[in-house]
């Protein structure tokens, strides 16, 4: 195991400089999501028309990990159709889980940076927060975690 | 004491030779040496309460009590000469105001299910503090939501002290119970029991003592402390898990109802009724952790053969070192500034989250808790989300502080 497996320069650039760190006034889903384990709170905006996201952005505080997982994200899903981030929450999930033979990483681009918590059991729900705040904000749900 | 007398306590341990009876921390985690700091949140185990639990289960295991044979002869002895050591370290006046129990946690939901919940009405309150772990809430919590009785606080101040002016305006509503820590598990805190007993009793309150982060320490007195009921854990003190105590006054005990019913807490049963044994018997359903309980025992005798003032010197200086070597990486604020102070320093590093300071700490050897301790109402009253806590025991060595500071630094360049 090695640190710059899980604090790859992406998720340090990314916990250092989040992007799409902001609260959305009107938006059409948000979700809260909370690790009781760490204490990890973020709140997650999404604006949906006509299938599409037009928006996601989120507020909170965590690890550099989480942080950096809830901004790669967004960056990702902004303007991509919605059903796509479904897809796209198993496929995070099957990478963070070490169940990644599933996960194409070529097709996850930056988000692949997160592979390295797989190595870490007591950091992957980290990585994970956003992801399930995700599927929860589209499922109308308003409260995710990840016990 | 006055610090020259303790200097000269510290440096007659010879901190080598009690490292080695110790053999959990000569190991390498990954390719680094071991540093445990994480001592508040459990302590590593001496040979000799090793030995003495599978000594117990080697040459004595047998039920006790009840048997007639030798084994069960054996065992019965060694449990309850355990009781009386246990009753000798806290300097009880009697043997059987020592009950044997799981832990802490336990010793405070028998005193708020057994003593609390039959006094308590709507209208009366119980006090806490903020400083207070989980344990020494959540128990109160529940006695207080089925009695409809109300839970307060004491607030604490910035440096992690309690305030004395909100205590006394606490204290004089005359709460039915005043339950304290006696060292904060999450700031290292000592708090002044004497002063709260005094001015509890001189409102009439009695007191609880969580003494679960106290009893490695510090001398504990229950007779000299004027307490009512102080609860402990074992494994904080060297001891195996699975063990500790409440230490109660002999009449409070008598007249406490059984919590847990079962075997041993009977004299007699029949199907309409039973008659409860004597205490501190009443409180122990079920076989009890025979071995723990002599591996507590051992543990007080470990502590005893060190002695106390000398391993309370030693962690005052690994206090000092701490506190300057983080103070000199600068970007570290410490939380928890109370004059008095358990070897437990709070920290948290300026753009690094606790949880990735674990993590990275870790990964050069250094154990370390990082969270929010089991006090989340402190936590939320200081305005944080976590620290991290690096606490030490007397056989922990500057050079392990030195590694711990090695390693923040590693940390801040990684993420700061």
Not at chain 1, 100 to 117: I, R
Not at chain 2, 17 to 30: E, K, N, S, W
Not at chain 2, 95 to 100: I, K, L, P, S
Not at chain 2, 401 to 408: F, K, P, Q, V
Request: charged share 25%; glycine share 8%.
């Amino acid at each position: 195991m090695d640190l710059k497996d899980l604090y790859h320069e992406i998720i340090v650039d990314h916990n250092r400089r989040p992007r799409n760190f902001r609260r959305i006034e009107n938006p059409t889903r948000v979700s809260e999501g909370y690790n009781p384990l760490c204490g990890d709170k973020l709140k997650l905006y999404v604006v949906i028309e006509d299938g599409i996201i037009q928006d996601v952005a989120f507020e909170g505080s965590g690890c550099a990990i989480s942080m950096a997982s809830a901004s790669l994200l967004t960056e990702r899903l902004k303007g991509k159709p919605a059903a796509e981030a479904e897809d796209l929450f198993g496929q995070m999930h099957d990478l963070l889980t070490g169940k990644g033979e599933g996960a194409d990483t070529e097709k996850l681009g930056k988000l692949a940076a997160l592979e390295g918590v797989k190595e870490y059991p007591s950091r992957v729900k980290c990585a994970t927060l956003s992801w399930h705040t995700l599927h929860a904000a589209l499922h109308g749900e308003d409260i995710a975690t990840t016990e | 004491m006055n610090t020259a007398a303790n200097k000269l306590k510290a440096l007659s341990l010879d901190v080598a030779a009690l490292r080695r009876d110790f053999p959990i921390l000569h190991q390498t985690v990954g390719d680094k040496p071991l540093c445990y700091l994480d001592n508040a949140a459990t302590s590593q185990k001496p040979r000799a309460v090793i030995e003495a639990v599978e000594r117990y289960y080697r040459q004595d295991n047998a039920n006790i009590h009840r048997g007639v044979h030798t084994l069960a002869e054996r065992a019965t002895a060694a449990y309850e000469s355990a009781r009386e050591r246990i009753a000798g370290f806290l300097n009880a006046a009697h043997n059987e105001e020592v009950v044997f129990l799981r832990g802490t946690t336990e010793a405070i939901n028998l005193v708020a299910q057994s003593w609390a919940r039959p006094r308590l009405q709507p209208g009366d309150e119980v006090l806490i503090t903020e400083l207070e772990h989980h344990s020494n809430i959540v128990p109160w919590q529940l006695v207080c939501e089925q009695t409809g009785a109300t839970l307060r606080a004491v607030e604490v101040n910035e440096a992690g002290e309690l305030d004395l002016d909100s205590f006394e305006a606490a204290i004089a509503r005359r709460p039915r119970l005043f339950a304290v820590g006696h060292v904060s598990n999450a700031l290292g805190t000592i708090n002044p029991l004497s002063h709260l007993i005094q001015r509890a009793h001189a409102h009439g309150v009695p007191v609880l003592v969580d003494g679960a982060q106290a009893t490695p320490h510090l001398a504990v007195d229950v007779q000299a402390l004027g307490c009512d009921f102080y609860a402990f854990s074992g494994h904080k003190m060297y001891g195996p898990t699975g063990i500790g105590a409440l230490w109660a006054r002999r009449e409070l005990l008598e007249e406490m109802p059984p919590w847990q019913g079962g075997g041993e807490m009977i004299k007699m049963v029949s199907i309409d009724r039973s008659i409860w044994n004597d205490v501190p018997h009443k409180f122990e359903a079920g076989t009890p952790n025979i071995a723990g309980a002599i591996g507590l025992a051992a543990a007080a005798d470990y502590i005893e053969s060190v002695g106390i003032e000398a391993i309370a010197a030693r962690e005052d200086e690994l206090l000092s070192h701490a506190t300057e070597a983080l103070n000199d990486l600068g970007g570290i604020r410490i939380i928890g500034t109370s004059e008095k102070k358990a070897a437990v320093v709070s920290f948290v590093v300026e753009g690094v989250h606790p949880h990735d300071l674990g993590t990275i700490l870790d990964s050069e050897g250094v154990a370390i808790r990082a969270g929010h301790h089991c006090a989340m109402p402190l936590m939320e009253k200081l305005g944080l989300v976590a620290t991290a806590r690096a606490s030490m025991a007397f056989y922990n060595t500057k050079e392990e502080i030195d590694t711990l500071a090695t390693a923040l630094q590693k940390a801040k360049n990684i993420l700061g």
